[in-house]
C-alpha cells in the first residue's frame, strides 16, 4: 500500500514538474511583449496567471488520462471514440478556464480585464478555449505514444524471449541427436561383441570367452565414466580403444597385430567420444576378418596446422571400387553424422584404398585442446599385443 502510495505521489510530482516548466515557457514569451510593448503591468502578474493556468490543467491531468484508458481509440471503434473524445475535450477545456475564471480574479491580477468571473471567463474564452481543446489531444497523444512503446517492448522482449527459448531448445535438439548417434554406436559394438562371445562357447572355447567378458566389463566400466560426454581427450580415447582391441585380440590371437602413435600434444587434444571404436571395427572386420592370414593396423594422430587428422590403416584386401569413397554400415554412417552435428563443415571422415593395399580411413576434426589440458609429450606404442589397462 505503501509503495503504491509513494508511485502515485511521484507521478503526481512529474505531473507538476511538466507543467510547471511548460508555464515557464509561456511566462518568457509574456515577458517578452510586455518589454516590446512597454506594459506597466507588473511581472509577477503574467507569472500568476500562467502558473494557475497550468496547475490546474496539472490537477486535471490524471481525469484526462483516465478517460484515455478507459476509452482508448483503436481501429475498430475510432469512427465512435473520436467523437466521443472531442465532445469530452470541449467540455475539459471549458471546465480548465471555468476553475481559472474563479482563481484569477481572487489573485489581482490584471485587473483591469479580470475584475470579476464573467469578465475573467469572457476574456479567457477567446484567448484559451482552441488551446484548452489543443492540450487535451496533445495529453492523449502523448498517452497513446507511451502506451505504443510499451507495447513495442513487450514484443521486443517477448521476440528476444522466443528467440533465446528456439535457440536453447535447437540446442537441447542437437544435443539429443548426439546422444542418439552415439547411444547407437555402443550397442553396435556391444552386439557384435556378444556375438563373438557367443561363437567362442559354440566352439567350446570357454576362456577365451570368459576372458573376452572380462574385458568387456572392463570397458563398459570405462565408458560409463564419461556416459554424458561427448568430447574426450585423445588420450581418454586411445584407453578405450585400447581396451577394445583388448577384446579383439582375445578373437584373432595372433592375426592381429596393432600399432598405435600420436605426435607431442595430439593426445590432448579433443576428439568425439567414441568416435574411433567403430572406425577400427570397420577395419578388422573389412580387413582382418576377411584374411586368413595375420594383418596389422595402424593408427596415427598428428596436427596438422589448425586441424587434427587421425588415419586408422589396414593391410587387408582393401575396399571395391564402387566402394571406395563411402563405407556402408550403422557404424561409419554414425560416426560421420555425430561429426556433423559436432563440427559441421569442418570435420570429415574418408575412407579409401591405401596406396600400398589395404583401406585407410582418415578423421580430420577442428583443432582444439580438451578442457583441462595442457600440451605433452607423443606417445608411441608399438606392436600392441594383449593390452589390459582397464584391469
Known amino acids: 500500500m505503501r509503495n503504491t502510495v509513494g508511485h502515485h505521489l511521484r507521478t503526481y510530482g512529474w505531473y507538476f514538474l511538466g507543467w510547471t516548466v511548460f508555464g515557464l515557457f509561456f511566462f518568457s ?47 475498430r471503434n475510432w469512427p465512435t471514440r473520436i467523437p466521443l473524445h472531442l465532445l469530452l475535450s470541449v467540455f475539459i477545456s471549458l471546465l480548465q478556464l471555468a476553475l481559472e475564471s474563479a482563481a484569477l480574479p481572487l489573485l489581482g491580477v490584471f485587473p483591469a480585464i479580470m475584475k470579476t468571473f464573467g469578465d475573467t471567463l469572457v476574456f479567457l474564452l477567446l484567448i484559451g478555449f482552441h488551446s484548452g481543446i489543443t492540450i487535451y489531444w496533445m495529453l492523449l497523444g502523448i498517452q497513446y505514444g507511451f502506451a505504443y512503446y510499451r507495447r513495442y517492448q513487450e514484443r521486443a522482449q517477448q521476440a528476444l524471449q522466443l528467440e533465446l527459448h528456439a535457440s536453447e531448445l535447437k540446442t537441447q535438439l542437437a544435443r539429443v541427436q548426439l546422444s542418439a548417434l552415439k547411444m547407437q554406436l555402443q550397442p553396435h559394438f556391444l ?129 571395391a571400387p564402387a566402394n571406395s569413397s563411402q563405407v556402408r554400415g550403422i557404424g561409419l554412417a554414425n560416426t560421420r553424422a555425430r561429426l556433423h552435428q559436432l563440427y559441421g563443415d569442418a570435420a570429415r571422415l574418408v575412407v579409401e584404398n591405401g596406396a600400398h593395399g589395404g583401406a585407410v580411413a582418415t578423421m580430420v576434426l577442428p583443432w582444439r585442446l580438451a578442457p583441462g589440458t595442457a600440451e605433452t609429450e607423443a606417445i608411441e606404442v608399438h606392436a600392441f599385443d594383449h593390452p589390459d589397462r582397464g584391469r
Open 29 to 75: 514569451q509574456g515577458i517578452t511583449q510586455k518589454l516590446v510593448s512597454h506594459d506597466p503591468t507588473p511581472w509577477w502578474h503574467y507569472l500568476l496567471s500562467w502558473l494557475t493556468g497550468v496547475y490546474i490543467w496539472a490537477v486535471l491531468t490524471p481525469g484526462i488520462l483516465w478517460l484515455g484508458r478507459r476509452l482508448p481509440i483503436e481501429r
Open 191 to 319: 552386439f557384435n561383441t556378444l556375438n563373438a562371445i557367443m561363437v567362442l562357447v559354440r566352439h567350446e572355447r570357454a576362456r577365451e570367452a570368459e576372458e573376452m567378458l572380462s574385458r568387456l566389463s572392463d570397458l563398459l566400466r570405462w565408458v560409463l565414466e564419461d556416459v554424458e560426454a561427448q568430447e574426450v581427450p585423445l588420450r581418454r580415447e586411445l584407453e578405450y580403444l585400447q581396451l577394445y582391441l583388448s577384446i579383439e585380440q582375445v578373437r584373432f590371437q595372433d592375426r592381429l597385430r596393432v600399432t598405435i602413435s600420436a605426435d607431442a600434444g595430439a593426445v590432448d587434444a579433443a576428439v568425439p567420444h567414441m568416435g574411433l571404436q567403430p572406425i577400427v571395427e570397420n577395419a578388422i572386420r573389412h580387413g582382418i576378418g576377411r584374411s586368413s592370414a595375420a594383418g596389422e593396423i595402424r593408427i596415427s594422430a598428428a596436427r596438422v596446422d589448425q586441424t587434427l587428422e587421425i588415419t586408422v590403416e589396414d593391410d587387408g584386401p582393401g575396399l
